[in-house]
């Protein structure tokens, strides 16, 4: 799993629902992301968060929320799930060969009904 | 215009034949070029890595930039069933921005 590990790996929700994806990383590197991929949409970051305690958005962040716990820990929150959140979400930390290098989880799927 | 420009495919290739995947991209300021490989319902994982313009060779796998035409490409040689996957090109401005992706390009090498 790259040493990212990613909770749950499926889940089923209905519309206005919400839940949290949770993220952990087995080091303690500095840049911790999340991306949707969507079938012909390719990967779209929804946060990324270049150390503990900051957060930013990317480039598709509405409806969703994220915390950085601390180091290891990054997690991405739908306060009121739709369908069109329904996606593969993956969460990724940065590696130390330079620029551009990032670990990926296996990936969850929701689907929102 | 999108930044990032993949041809999605799917391509389809005999064992053995060489593959080229390529991506265009529009802003000038992409520095730091890569190529991901997804295989079905796995995360992607790096696959070359080049910084600026020129080439990079590993094994089989060559990755070409070319910033003058804004054109960065992969090419598997002697390709194996093994290369089925999905191949997804990145790039980022800084050390400190995020990666764009490009769609992704689904190949599949048929034994």
Redesign the interface.
Known sequence: NAGVTQTPKFQVLKTGQSMTLQCAQDMNHNSMYWYRQDPGMGLRLIYYSASEGTTDKGEVPNGYNVSRLNKREFSLRLESAAPSQTSVYFCAREGLAGPGELFFGEGSRLTVL | QKEVE?D?GPLSVPEGAIVSLNCTYSNSAFQ???W?RQYS??????LM?T?SSGNKEDGRFTAQVDKSSKYISLFIRDSQPSDSATY?C???R??????V????TRLSVIA
């Open positions: 993949q999605p730091y070029f890569m991901y319902r796995k995360g992607p994982e790096l890595y910084y997804l990145a790039m980022s800084t050390g400190n921005t995020p990666l992706f490009g769609k992704g």
